[in-house]
């Protein structure tokens, strides 16, 4: 049985993201991601200007005046949200946690796929696979992912990105549009997203809180880790303490930098104490103009 306060936060996540699809994003996403190639639509009659490549022969000969054949865009595409749920995920310094930013993320790809006639599946990881749902249409489809996202509770607490990228690269057999959401707090995974970068359509989204690279100066505090459990006491009033932390969690994120750009990897950095929208609005824009 699903909590009240799950189904209740399911349907707040189902309205506001609703309200950006159709104000924010209506057409940005269509543009983005293209479909899988061209099918045929109809048979017209030449106007100036068409390109003569497309005229239909047959059509001509039997109306005694040319006729051209109009093609279209196959929309359906799969769109795979593979989400990371490692315990990493579970922090958050400000209003929400990166883990329920990333759930209203996931939610806002997911109705502007099915508002646009493709299918949605979802990948839950850690060290282990932990859930996958196949890609479906429709709301009610959606929904059971934005369920999942919010009440599923992974068996592990580690990251193992690897793990997740390697299932995608065995199992999805169709090309398609595979989201990856993560902080990407981890190592080992480049050559494994390198080949997934290859196959499909892959935009990683990294999720970021300030809180993680900079620390407060609260004095001596316990810092845990959260997949480990180990714990460390630390001064926060020791300026050099805080910038060799804060240069190494800045350290890592810039290899992660450097590697989707050596790949040719999409990435959208999202700061969980901002708002999500305007990162993938620049994306999406940004993403327009490459493939106008």
Request: one cysteine or more.
């Amino acid at each position: 049985m699903i909590p009240k306060e799950i189904l209740k936060k399911v349907r707040y996540i189902e309205l506001h993201t609703r309200h950006l699809v159709n104000d924010v994003f209506s057409g940005e996403y269509h543009s983005v991601f293209k479909g899988q190639g061209m099918e045929f639509a109809e048979v017209r009659e030449y106007q100036y200007g068409d390109d003569i490549r497309a005229i239909d022969w047959n059509v001509t000969a039997r109306y005694n005046h040319p006729f051209v054949k109009v093609n279209e865009e196959e929309r359906e595409l799969n769109v795979m949200l593979a989400v990371d749920a490692s315990r990493s995920g579970a922090f958050g310094s400000f209003e929400k946690f990166k883990s329920e930013v990333a759930a209203e993320i996931c939610a806002l790809l997911a109705f502007s796929a099915i508002k646009n006639n493709d299918k949605v599946g979802l990948l839950i990881f850690t060290d282990e696979i932990e859930k996958y749902i196949p890609p479906r249409k429709g709301r009610g489809h959606v929904l059971r992912v934005i369920r999942e996202l919010l009440y599923f509770k992974p068996q592990s607490v580690r990251t193992k990105i690897a793990t997740g990228l390697e299932y995608l690269i065995k199992g999805l057999k169709r090309r398609s549009i595979v989201f990856i959401v993560s902080d990407f707090d981890d190592d080992d995974y480049a050559k494994p997203l390198r080949v997934l970068n290859k196959k499909h359509d892959v935009i990683a989204i990294q999720m970021l809180d300030k809180r993680e690279k900079d620390l407060p100066s609260v004095g001596l505090v316990k810092l845990k880790d959260a997949e480990t459990g180990e714990e460390i006491w630390v001064n926060t009033l020791d300026k050099n303490f805080l910038k060799l932390y804060s240069d190494y969690i800045e350290e890592k994120r810039k290899t992660f930098l450097k590697e989707a750009k050596t790949i040719g990897l999409d990435l959208i950095q999202i700061d969980t104490a901002e708002s999500y929208v305007e990162p993938l609005v620049r994306f999406f824009k940004m993403r327009e103009k490459r493939f106008r």
